[in-house]
């Protein structure tokens, strides 16, 4: 269970990350839809590497329960993955339209 919940607060946060970029950078979005999209695996790959890197992130809290904590590193962590895949594949699209 605490997985589903971890990788339903790391595609949020990573679509809220890569709508953010296409937002602020107008010349790397992909369009709304693209910018969730992208975001969100974005946001799960960014979340499943940091999780990786610091198991403390990754799950739950000693007693069992969710961790507020690691929801809050998760959500930063996903959300800034989000964000760079967003900006990437954006400047991916704009090299490859010239």
Known sequence: MEAIINLLIQAIAGGAG????????????????????AGAIGGVGGGQILGALIPAIAGAAEGGGVDIGSIIA???????????????????KNAMSK
């Open 18 to 37: 890569g709508n953010a970029v296409g937002k602020g950078i107008k010349n790397l979005s992909l369009g709304s839809a693209g910018d969730t999209i």
């Open 74 to 92: 998760q959500i930063i962590g996903s959300g800034a993955g989000g964000a760079i895949l967003t900006a990437a594949a954006g400047a991916i």
